[in-house]
Structures are given as structure tokens and as C-alpha cells.
């Protein structure tokens, strides 16, 4: 059975994402930092820019979908190094990760955020 992770899992695309997987009959792993809603799957309490969290949810899984992020233009202004740990080497710790587990795709959506007003 072909398993997944995606991160962002509670986020508008990744609630629909493990709807998606899950009707294909993947096994799903939902990885988010705030409480997933009950879609089926897994959920996984996690942090993506915390090393041991990443490797702890690619072990296993044969593609990732990462769709978490800090998004929007508002979220960053109380903390910008809050925004670039998550969203740039938060990016880069799962990357790392999937490589070392030998996950075979690695799926990376973005927000249209990144292009401002």
C-alpha cells in the first residue's frame, strides 16, 4: 500500500489533499502544528522546522506532499525569522529528510502569497 505524509494536513489544499489520497486507498499520514479535523488518516502533532519531527514522519512513507507553510504576508510582520525558519528551512530539513528515508516524490505546492501585493 502506497503511504504518504503530507504537511499542512489542517490547511485549506492539505484537508483536501489527504481527502484525495485516502479515496485512492493510500494510507495517509497528516503532519500539522495545530489539531488536524477528522478527515481519516493519521495525524501527526509535528513541526516541520524541528529536524527530529521531519525525520520522525518521512520514515516509512513513499511521497511526501508538502503543502505547510507560513502563508501570508500579515503572518510574517510580528516575527519575519519565525517565517524563513518554517518556510525556508523547515523546506529544507524535509527535503533532507526524504532523501536520507528514500521517499521517491517529493511534492511542493507554494502560496501565491510569496508574490505580495
Same mark, same amino acid.
Given at each position: ?6 504537511t499542512?494536513? $489542517?490547511? %485549506?489544499v ?5 481527502r484525495?489520497? !485516502?479515496? !485512492?486507498g493510500?494510507?495517509? !499520514?497528516?503532519?500539522n502544528?495545530?489539531?488536524?479535523? +477528522?478527515?481519516?488518516g493519521?495525524?501527526?502533532?509535528g513541526?516541520?522546522?524541528l529536524? +527530529?519531527?521531519?525525520?520522525r514522519a518521512?520514515?516509512?512513507v513513499d511521497?511526501?506532499?508538502h503543502e505547510g507553510a ?5 503572518? %510574517? ?7 524563513? +525558519?518554517v518556510n525556508?528551512m523547515g ?5 533532507? $529528510? $526524504?532523501?536520507?528515508?528514500?521517499v521517491?516524490r517529493f511534492?511542493? $505546492?507554494?502560496t501565491?502569497s510569496?508574490y505580495g501585493d
Open positions: 500500500m502506497t503511504k504518504v505524509l503530507v499542512g494536513a $489542517a490547511g %485549506f492539505g484537508r483536501h489533499l489527504v484525495a489520497c !485516502l479515496a !485512492l493510500w494510507e495517509v !499520514l497528516g503532519m502544528v495545530r489539531p488536524a479535523p +477528522e478527515n481519516g493519521t495525524f501527526l502533532h513541526d516541520f522546522s529536524r +527530529e519531527d521531519v525525520r518521512v520514515k516509512d511521497y511526501v506532499f507560513v502563508s501570508s504576508s500579515p503572518m %510574517f510582520e510580528p516575527d519575519p525569522s519565525r517565517g524563513v +525558519e525556508v523546506g529544507l530539513y524535509l527535503l533532507h $529528510a $526524504a532523501a536520507d528515508a528514500g521517491g511534492v511542493y $505546492a507554494s501565491s510569496v
